[in-house]
């Protein structure tokens, strides 16, 4: 069964952004009928992330058997301080916020001050120590997913592994689901098996994503490790021929994809993409020695869809164009 709770104080506070009244979606559930609010009985999570002083934020919580969200807004400027640590897995989504200052702690991981936090993602594993404090700059809103492993079974089925602890890292496919499931509860949803169905979604692909991790992102400044080098390099000659997604490389490694793309570059000498390109020209040029298939066929092969697009890259990488290439290849080999 869902239900929701409130949590405000009435004591004023200077809004951050007047424009918007952080207090919109909470107002709305005070309006409710009988009929509607039967289905949101009030709770209370236990146990929840400690945030001091509590009237410097509104929070709202949707909750059911083995899992619980919890959106929290800051509405004031005022330093808010954070901390939890229980048997319970978290996941913190921040949606929005830059902070004047601030320090963010998860333990067993270096603390971070990143200022724009905007989009970040955390994870703290049942266990581990979430310390945050901050004075907001602009209107801060955090999402809080609190997994309970003995209620769940696809965070129980990773019990056994290691959970590693990660802190302000990026998953395009944990923050669509996320927050999709926060709109649900500031909409006000009634569909119960919506929203559990989502919650076991983003359950399983946090568990995916997660087991193994890695417990820090080495600087970038050292480049990518050996293992990291090789994976890359053997995923790309795997699917030479395809567009491959940034964040897929970035999450072979284990890495968000700035901290990648940085690295790739420090190892490689160039960005990601001209690597990938680079290697279709050499694959090209290695099939242009054959004279069984024709330029449009290697173009194909290589990964571009056009032979006139094709032409231009082998062209602006050897100076000459396919047809050329092969030529000079047949010149040569009857020169010898």
């Not at 039967?38 to 909750?63: E, G, Q, W, Y």
């Not at 404090?133 to 492993?149: A, G, I, K, N």
């Not at 050292?222 to 970035?250: D, F, K, M, N």
């Not at 094709?310 to 000079?328: L, V």
Request: glycine fraction near 6%; aromatic fraction near 10%.
């Amino acid at each position: 069964m869902l239900s929701y709770s409130l949590r405000t104080n009435p004591t004023p506070h200077p809004r951050l952004d007047n424009r918007v009244p952080t207090s919109r979606f909470i107002d709305q559930y005070s309006q409710l009928g009988e009929e509607q609010a039967r289905h949101f009985r009030p709770s209370v999570i236990d146990p929840a992330v400690d945030i001091f002083p509590a009237d410097a934020v509104k929070r709202r919580a949707l909750a059911w058997d083995g899992m619980a969200i919890e959106i929290v807004q800051v509405v004031t400027h005022e330093t808010v301080k954070c901390r939890f640590r229980a048997s319970r897995d978290l996941l913190v989504v921040y949606e929005e916020g830059v902070r004047n200052n601030g320090e963010t702690l998860i333990g067993g991981l270096p603390g971070s001050t990143l200022r724009d936090v905007k989009r970040k993602l955390a994870f703290v594993p049942a266990g581990h120590e979430y310390r945050d404090w901050h004075e907001p700059l602009t209107r801060s809103r955090t999402v809080f997913f609190y997994f309970d492993r003995a209620k769940m079974p696809v965070i129980a089925s990773a019990s056994q592994a290691t959970l590693a602890p990660r802190l302000f890292f990026e998953d395009a496919v944990l923050w669509e689901t996320a927050v999709k499931l926060a709109q649900l509860i500031e909409s006000g949803s009634e569909d119960q098996h919506y929203c559990e169905a989502l919650g076991v979604v983003l359950a399983h692909d946090l568990v995916h994503r997660n087991v193994g991790a890695r417990r820090t992102e080495p600087s970038a400044r050292g480049g990518l490790a050996a293992w990291q080098e090789r994976s890359v390099s053997a995923y790309i000659e795997e699917h030479i021929a395809e567009q491959i997604p940034l964040s897929t490389l970035a999450q072979l490694v284990r890495l968000s994809p700035y901290h990648f793309c940085r690295a790739f570059k420090q190892s490689f000498g160039i960005p990601p993409h001209r690597y990938h390109n680079a290697r279709r020209i050499e694959y090209a040029r290695t099939l242009l020695a054959q004279p069984s298939s024709s330029v449009t066929e290697i173009a194909l092969k290589v990964g571009f869809s056009e032979t006139s697009s094709f032409t231009a890259s082998f062209r602006k990488a050897t100076g000459s164009t396919p047809t050329a290439y092969r030529r000079s290849l047949g010149e040569l080999g009857r020169v010898q």
